[in-house]
C-alpha cells in the first residue's frame, strides 16, 4: 500500500524540482570554487561544533537548506587552493555517473543487476590493460577503492603462488609479503587481515631518494626465509604515498622473476602516468608486474570510488575466490567476466565503470594526459620554487604531484622546527585560505602538497609559500 510519505518520497516532480534546484547551486559553487572567487576552500569547525550543528539542524523542522549547507561545511576539492589530500576535482561528468549510479542502483553483482555497466567495466579495463602494456591474456575489474583492489591482488597471489589451498585449509607455512618501507599502509593493513602478521610484512628500506633500496632485496629476502618464512610477492609502489617516489619497477619485475614471486603494483595514485607522454617513464616496468592496481578518483578525474585492479594473466582474477553462492554465483568455476562478483571482493558495488567510459569516451586519452601532465608540472615548478627559498627546505625532488617541504631557520633544533612546521599547518587549516596537509618522513614534520588540481597556477603556489613564510617567522618571533 502506498502511503502517502511513500508517496511524497517517491515523487518524480519532487526529483526533477529538487534536481533542477541542486544542479543549479552545484554549478554555481563549480564556477566559485574553480575560479578561486570562494574566498575559502574550507570552513574549518573543530568536530564538537560540527556536530552541534547538524544535531541542532536534524531537530530544527523550519531548516530546508541542507544542501548549501553539505556544500559550504565541506572541503572544496575544487578549489584552486586545495592542495592537500590524493582526491581529484572530480570531472562534473563524472558526478553526473554518480547520480545516475545511485538512483538506478543495479547492484552489479550479476550481469543482470547492471547489464550496461557490466558490459562497460569490461571494456575499460580491456584498454587500460592495453595502455599498461598487458597483452590479451589480461583482465580487470574495478572495485571499492585502492585499499581493497590491493588486498584483493595480494588475495591473489597467495592463491597463485602457493601449493597449499589456503581458501580450503588455512595457513600451513608462515607467509610474508615485501614491500618499501615507504608504502602506503593499506599493504601493511592487507597483509594482517590475511593473518601474515608482524612478521610476514617485509618493509625494505629506502634509499636517500625515498625509492626502494633494490641493492638490499635479495638480503631482506635470504634472511626470510631463514627464518622459514615463503615470501610470495612484492609490492612496488608507483608512487609512494608521502613523497609521491616512484619505486625502480624493472628492477622489482626482474627479482620477483628470479625467485618465482608475484609483481604486484600499487599504482594507486600515479598508475595514470601510463598516459602522460611527458611522465610515463615515471612507470617504466609496469606491464611486467602481475598485477597492477590505479585508483580513477585519484590522478583520473572520477569520483570516488573508481578503482581499477588489472592483472597480466588474466585467469587469476577469477580464480581469487573460488566459492559457491548458488543463488547468486552458479557454476563458480567458470571465467564468465560478466558475472563480476566472482572477481571482486564486494558482493554490491557502484555503477563505478560509467565514469570511466564516458570520461573516456567523451575526452580520449588525451584528457589523461593532460591532467598528469598538468599536475607533475606543477609539481616541479613548486619544488624549483622551495629549492630556491632558503627558508624553506625540501624533503625529495618530486616525481609527481606530491611535494614535502618544510619551513626552516638557522639556530632551531629538531623539535622547534618541527614544533614550528606543526602550528603552520595547524594556522592554514583553522583559516582555510589554502588547504595543504603534513607528514612525518624519516621522524621529521614536513607540509605536503598534492597539486590535484589542474586550475592551481603558480601564483597560487607562490601565495602558499609566502603565507607559510611569514607564519613560520611570526611563530618562531
Ligand atoms: C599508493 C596508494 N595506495 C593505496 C591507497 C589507498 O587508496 P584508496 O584511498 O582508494 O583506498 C592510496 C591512497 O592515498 C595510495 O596513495
Redesign the pocket.
Known amino acids: 500500500m502506498k502511503t502517502p510519505v511513500l508517496q511524497k518520497v517517491y515523487d518524480p516532480n519532487r526529483l526533477r524540482q529538487q534536481g533542477h534546484e541542486l544542479i543549479d547551486l552545484m554549478a554555481d559553487h563549480l564556477r566559485a570554487t574553480l575560479s578561486g572567487s570562494a574566498e575559502k576552500v574550507i570552513h574549518y569547525q573543530k568536530p564538537e561544533d560540527e556536530r552541534d550543528f547538524w544535531m541542532e539542524f536534524f531537530k530544527d523542522q523550519s531548516r530546508s537548506d541542507f544542501f548549501p549547507q553539505v556544500l559550504k561545511r565541506t572541503t572544496h576539492v575544487h578549489h584552486p587552493r586545495y592542495i592537500g589530500?590524493?582526491v581529484c576535482a572530480p570531472a562534473p561528468q563524472a558526478a553526473l555517473c554518480g547520480l545516475v549510479s545511485s538512483l538506478l542502483n543495479n547492484g552489479m553483482a550479476v550481469y543482470e543487476m547492471g547489464m550496461a555497466p557490466s558490459a562497460m567495466e569490461r571494456i575499460i579495463t580491456d584498454l587500460l590493460a592495453e595502455k599498461i602494456g598487458f597483452d590479451d591474456k589480461a583482465r580487470g575489474l574495478l572495485t571499492s577503492?585502492?585499499?581493497?583492489?590491493?588486498l584483493t591482488a595480494l588475495l591473489s597471489a597467495r592463491k597463485a603462488k602457493l601449493e597449499e589451498d589456503v581458501w580450503l585449509n588455512g595457513h600451513g607455512n608462515r607467509l610474508a609479503v615485501m614491500v618499501s618501507e615507504e608504502?602506503?599502509y593499506?599493504?601493511d593493513r592487507a597483509a594482517r587481515i590475511m593473518g601474515l602478521g608482524s612478521e610476514g610484512i617485509i618493509k625494505v628500506p629506502v634509499r636517500p631518494d625515498f625509492s626502494m633500496d633494490t641493492s638490499v632485496l635479495n638480503a631482506y629476502y635470504e634472511d626470510a626465509r631463514k627464518k622459514g618464512l615463503q615470501v610470495f610477492a612484492l609490492v612496488g609502489?608507483?608512487?609512494?604515498?608521502a613523497t609521491g617516489v616512484y619505486d625502480d619497477l624493472h628492477t622489482l619485475a626482474d627479482f620477483c622473476s628470479e625467485k618465482g614471486m608475484w609483481f604486484h603494483v600499487?599504482?594507486?595514485?600515479?598508475g595514470a602516468a601510463v598516459f602522460s607522454r611527458k611522465y610515463k617513464e615515471t612507470v617504466r616496468g609496469i606491464h611486467r608486474a602481475d598485477s597492477v592496481?590505479i585508483?580513477g578518483?585519484?590522478m583520473m578525474l572520477m569520483s570516488?570510488?573508481t578503482?581499477a585492479l588489472l592483472f597480466r594473466e588474466g585467469h587469476h582474477s577469477h580464480t581469487t575466490f573460488s566459492q559457491e553462492a548458488e543463488y547468486l554465483l552458479q557454476h563458480s568455476e567458470e571465467e564468465d567476466w560478466f558475472n563480476l562478483a566472482k572477481r571482486t571482493f564486494e558482493c554490491t558495488k557502484t555503477m563505478m565503470s560509467l565514469q570511466w567510459f564516458l570520461l573516456w569516451k567523451t575526452y580520449g586519452e588525451e584528457l589523461f594526459d593532460e591532467n598528469v601532465t598538468a599536475l607533475y608540472d606543477l609539481g616541479r615548478v613548486l619544488a624549483g620554487m622551495i629549492e630556491a627559498d632558503p627558508a624553506l627546505e625540501l624533503a625529495v625532488r618530486p616525481h609527481s604531484n606530491i611535494v614535502c617541504f618544510r619551513y626552516t631557520q638557522q639556530g632551531l633544533n629538531a623539535a622547534e622546527l618541527d614544533e614550528i612546521n606543526r602550528g603552520i599547518r595547524k594556522e592554514l587549516l583553522e583559516e582555510g585560505e589554502f588547504y595543504i596537509v603534513q607528514t612525518r618522513i624519516k621522524k621529521v614534520q614536513y607540509l605536503r602538497c598534492t597539486i590535484m588540481n589542474p586550475f592551481t597556477t603558480t601564483s597560487d603556489l607562490e601565495a602558499l609559500l609566502a603565507l607559510v613564510k611569514e607564519k613560520g617567522r611570526r611563530i618562531t618571533a
Open positions: 589530500h590524493q577503492g585502492g585499499t581493497l583492489a590491493n608504502a602506503h593499506c599493504i609502489s608507483a608512487p609512494s604515498t600499487d599504482a594507486a595514485h600515479g592496481v585508483d578518483h585519484k570516488t570510488i578503482t
